[in-house]
C-alpha cells in the first residue's frame, strides 16, 4: 500500500529549511556525527509553530507552498521524519531536499495547487507511487509519480536500508 492519509500541518513560502524547520545554528557542532533525533524532532518547526513537536502525530502531512525547505542541510529530512511525518506535499522545493528527503525514508511530492487546496487540520490522502493527491472534498490534483525505484526507496525507509537489504539477499543467494 503506498497511499498516505493523515492530517495536515500547512506551511506557506520559502520556508527555509534551516533556519525555519530546524534551528541549524544550534546543531552545527554536531554536523557530520549521528543524529540526535530526539533534538531534531524536538526543533522541528519550534520557530514557526511552537505546538508542533507536542501536537505532531505519526502520520500526519506537512502541505507547503513554493521554495519549501530552501538551504536545508539532511537534518531537516531528519527531523520532518523524526517527527512522524508521512509525505510531504508541496507546490516547489528544491531538487536536493527531494533527494536528502528520499534517502532518508521520507517522501516529497511536487503538487501544483495544493496550498490553496487545503486547510491546517484537514485529512488528506497523498499516494507517491501513483501521484495522486486526494483532497478532503474528494477533488484529485495531480503530482508527479514516484519511479519504481523511488517507491524501493521510500519503503525501504531510505537508501541505506535498501542496499543493505539488497546486498544481504546478494550475498544469500551467493551462498555466503
Do not use: Y
Not at 506551511?11 to 557542532?29: A, K, L, M, P, Y
Not at 531534531?40 to 507536542?54: D, G, H, S, V
Not at 507517491?128 to 514516484?146: C, H, M, Q, S
Amino acid at each position: 500500500m503506498t497511499t498516505c492519509t493523515g492530517r495536515v500541518w500547512k506551511f506557506g513560502d520559502d520556508v527555509h529549511g534551516d533556519d525555519g524547520i530546524i534551528e541549524f545554528s544550534i546543531i552545527r557542532d554536531s554536523f557530520g556525527k549521528e543524529f540526535d533525533e530526539d533534538a531534531l524532532r524536538a526543533m522541528c518547526f519550534r520557530r514557526m509553530r511552537p505546538e508542533f513537536a507536542q501536537l505532531v502525530r505519526r502520520g500526519d502531512i506537512i502541505v507547503g507552498g513554493r521554495n519549501f525547505a530552501h538551504h536545508n542541510h539532511v537534518e531537516v529530512s531528519v527531523a520532518l521524519r523524526a517527527s512522524g511525518i508521512a509525505v510531504v506535499v508541496v507546490e516547489s522545493c528544491d531538487s536536493g531536499f527531494l533527494r536528502r528527503a528520499l534517502n532518508h525514508g521520507l517522501p516529497v511530492m511536487i503538487c501544483p495547487d495544493i496550498h490553496a487546496a487545503v486547510q491546517d487540520g484537514e485529512a488528506l490522502s497523498a499516494d507517491p507511487a501513483t501521484g495522486l493527491v486526494t483532497l478532503p472534498d474528494g477533488r484529485i490534483l495531480r503530482a508527479k509519480p514516484f519511479s519504481e525505484r523511488m517507491v524501493q526507496i521510500w519503503q525501504a525507509g531510505g537508501s541505506i536500508p535498501l542496499l543493505e537489504r539488497e546486498f544481504a539477499a546478494r550475498r544469500a543467494a551467493a551462498g555466503r
